[in-house]
């Protein structure tokens, strides 16, 4: 099977549209582990929407390295931006497991974790991603 990257980032662009809306729907019904999921699942395809547009993105859950390693071939104005959603899927990506399994050592689970504070955090940065997305998209010429 060939690599259709306008395909795998149009994909990857319907998998954040879904879940930064069911995060929201999470935080308004209170669910703040689950919002803390989606916001997390949000970013980290956002970063691989990007990648997509050059490479095989990973199944990491953690792919701002290889956005990174991405910036040179990105436009000068995106890199800003692109390092910044970097940064976002970066600190977020611990969350995966979390909201997974808790804290097992500590007997902690996933719904014991999470307040409402955290989810509110979550789900600005998971909008803050999609902002950087529809950005970045554009500047390659890719219509979100």
């Known amino acids: 099977m060939k ?6 980032v149009a994909y990857r662009r319907k998998l954040t549209e879904n879940y930064l809306k069911e995060a929201e ?4 019904r209170g669910d703040h582990r689950h919002t ?3 916001s997390q699942l949000m970013v980290e395809n956002a970063a691989k929407a990007v990648i997509a ?7 990491s859950h953690d792919p701002s390295m290889e956005l ?14 692109a390092e910044r959603l970097a940064e976002i899927v970066h600190k977020l990506a611990p969350e995966h497991g979390r909201v997974t399994y808790g804290e097992p050592t500590r007997g902690v689970t996933p719904w014991e974790l ?9 789900l600005i940065l ?3 991603c999609m902002k950087l997305l ?10 979100p």
């Open 68 to 81: 990174l390693e991405l910036l040179e071939q990105l436009p000068r104005g995106l890199r800003v931006k």
């Open 25 to 28: 729907e999470s935080f308004l």
């Open 134 to 143: 529809e950005e970045t998209l554009k500047g390659i010429h890719v219509k």
């Open 126 to 128: 998971a909008k803050e």
């Open 53 to 59: 547009f050059y490479r095989i993105p990973s199944s």
């Open 114 to 122: 999470y307040n409402k504070n955290d989810a509110e955090e979550a």
């Open 3 to 8: 690599f259709n990257p306008l395909s795998e």
């Open 36 to 38: 803390v999921e989606s």
